[in-house]
């Protein structure tokens, strides 16, 4: 069983920054393949990027590449999202996950899911 608790969202210009974080309990962390995901209104959840247990795979949805960075650290059990250049279009719920399977979460059906926080981008 892993909790996940996401933290660090908020409200942020066009063009600023913002690092969410997302905090793991449970045993055997460093198995767990972790994820980044979000939610627009009206709109269905979408992949954002995942990396894997050990840190050495790393996957981007295309309309973030090149302004999200995902990270992890093992040792305090946290997963982050450093998010740059941010867009109005980037504005949603974002939800930290995890899964013993890389696959589950790049495909967007991992077993657990933090409760979301809220990233807003004014124009």
């Known amino acids: 069983q892993v909790q996940l608790v996401e933290s660090g969202g908020g409200l942020v210009q066009a063009g600023g920054s913002l690092r969410l974080s997302c905090r793991a309990s449970?045993?055997?962390?460093?198995?767990?393949?972790l994820g980044w995901f979000r939610q627009a209104p009206g709109k269905e959840r979408e992949f954002v990027s995942v990396?894997?247990?050990?840190?050495?795979?790393?996957y981007y949805a295309d309309s973030v590449k090149g302004r999200f960075t995902i990270s992890r650290d093992n040792a305090r059990n946290t997963v982050a999202l450093q998010m740059s250049s941010l867009k109005p279009e980037d504005t949603a719920v974002y939800y930290c996950?995890?899964?013993?399977?890389?696959?589950?979460?790049?495909?967007?059906?991992?077993?657990?899911w933090g409760q979301g926080t809220q990233v807003t981008v004014s124009s």
């Open positions: 996950a995890a899964d013993l399977e890389f696959d589950w979460v790049r495909r967007g059906a991992p077993a657990y």
């Open positions: 449970g045993r055997t962390y460093s198995t767990y393949h």
């Open positions: 990396m894997s247990g050990n840190g050495d795979t790393t």
